[in-house]
């Protein structure tokens, strides 16, 4: 997933096509800027890319996440079904609104579990974010099936997940709204950037607006627009959006070098029987930017990720023991630990977690070991990294 590891002249012609122009913002200065409208330009290629009506880019994944849930009109007292295994960003994103994130647990796709969605919900539930972690996907039929039959809205947080696809359809376009994120260690980058995308006018206008604290974006003098909505600044600067812009032509390069790798790696566990995979439901193809496989316990997985680590297999993450990413150690949101005070409807919604315990979760994480796939791997890298993790992980078994 790595946005670090391929860039250069296209990015550096984009972004000095901006600095020669002179205008770094996105929106106004339309006299000066000689139409040059990389934010614009880069909407335009993500529509396409995506096969939706409308692309808004914002200035980062949690930004994009905030957007989408606002346009949508979650807010105060709403609860918003989210995973246990996902990043941080998508509880402080659902807080900020007023809302209640209600984690629940995931199943072997790695991403929620339709049943335990299934009895979250209550009168409250206004939305549910199913989180394409690590570049696949839940089993996205069933939740939509949930979601309509309660009528909740379906956001897709597919900043892991760029490239993948459901039944030929691109992640992030099958629910009501998708989110991407584009800082530096995603698939594509902008250095910080994100982008939410849909097919609904009215949630698009709302996000275009939103972001802007609240701009209509009529007509081509800026000074004189109108303030329709209350908003707020999750603007994306023409500087980032011209590297994304470059970035973006690079994603079938990107995906294609994903995938080799991933397949070499692929092909060498599984010749181990005790070795199995992340379930990636009927009809979807990753986006290969990790590859995820279980061990047999807890126990194992620790010892052979911390084998890794020691014998020089990088960019392995055990995911159990993790603080971005999982639960058990989300101390920071069981305990409140905030810089203000926190509504008291969130504080009461929040008290489950006190004493809640994830046993399905524990169950696939606890095994999980998952490998991030690097671009600049040669073949013969790659290769000697299959042939050690093996040996590793036989000399563990
Ligand atoms: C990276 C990421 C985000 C947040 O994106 P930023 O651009 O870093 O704010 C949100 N959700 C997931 C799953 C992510 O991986």
């Known amino acids: 997933m790595p946005g670090f590891e391929l860039f250069g002249d296209l ?40 096969q939706v009506n409308h692309a808004q880019l914002v200035s980062s994944g949690t930004a994009a996440i905030s957007v989408a849930l606002a346009a949508a009109g979650v807010g ?42 299934e009895s979250a919900v209550t009168q409250k539930t206004k939305a549910v974010m199913v989180v394409h972690m690590c570049g696949s996907m839940g089993h996205i039929d069933a939740l939509k099936d949930i979601c309509n039959k309660h009528n909740l809205l379906l956001i897709e947080d597919a900043c892991q997940a760029i490239g993948a696809t459901y039944k030929s359809k691109p992640l992030g376009s099958i629910g009501d709204l998708g989110c991407f994120s584009f800082d530096f260690v995603k698939t594509i980058t902008c250095g910080e950037g ?8 009215g949630y698009y206008l709302n996000s275009d607006h939103y972001s802007d604290h609240g701009h209509d974006h009529a007509g081509n003098d800026r000074g004189a627009e109108a303030h329709p909505l209350l908003g707020y600044n999750f603007r994306i600067s023409e500087l980032h959006a011209a590297v994304g812009l470059a970035q973006i032509k690079r994603l079938p390069e990107i995906l294609k070098i994903q995938k080799l790798n991933y397949t070499i790696l692929r092909e060498a566990l599984s010749q181990i029987p ?10 979807g193809e990753e986006n290969y930017s990790f590859l995820n496989f279980f061990l047999p316990d807890l126990e194992r997985s620790l010892k052979v990720s911390e084998a890794f680590k020691t014998q020089g297999v990088d960019a392995c993450f055990q995911y159990y023991n993790n603080n971005w990413h999982y639960i058990r150690k989300w101390n920071h949101l069981k305990e409140l630990k905030s810089l203000y005070p926190i509504p008291a409807e969130v504080k009461t919604g929040l008290e489950y977690l006190k004493t809640k315990e994830f046993p399905q979760s524990d169950h696939y994480i606890g095994r999980n070991i998952s490998c991030l796939i690097k671009l600049s791997w040669t073949e013969a890298e790659v290769k000697a990294r299959a042939s050690k993790m093996v040996e590793i992980i036989k000399s563990v078994l």
């Open 76 to 117: 105060a007292g709403d609860e918003v079904i989210l995973p246990t295994f996902t990043f941080v960003a998508s509880f402080e994103a659902v807080m900020m609104l007023g809302a209640i994130p209600i984690l629940v647990d995931i199943d072997d796709t790695l991403t929620l579990s339709p049943k335990a969605v």
């Open 11 to 50: 990015e550096k012609k984009e972004v000095n096509d901006v600095l020669e122009n002179g205008v770094l913002m996105r929106y106004g200065f339309d006299g000066m800027r000689n139409g040059h409208w990389k934010a614009k330009e880069l909407e335009k290629a993500l529509e396409s890319t995506f």
């Open 274 to 283: 005790t070795v199995s995979f992340r379930t990636v439901p009927e009809g």
């Open 194 to 201: 994100g982008a939410v995308i849909t097919n609904n006018d």
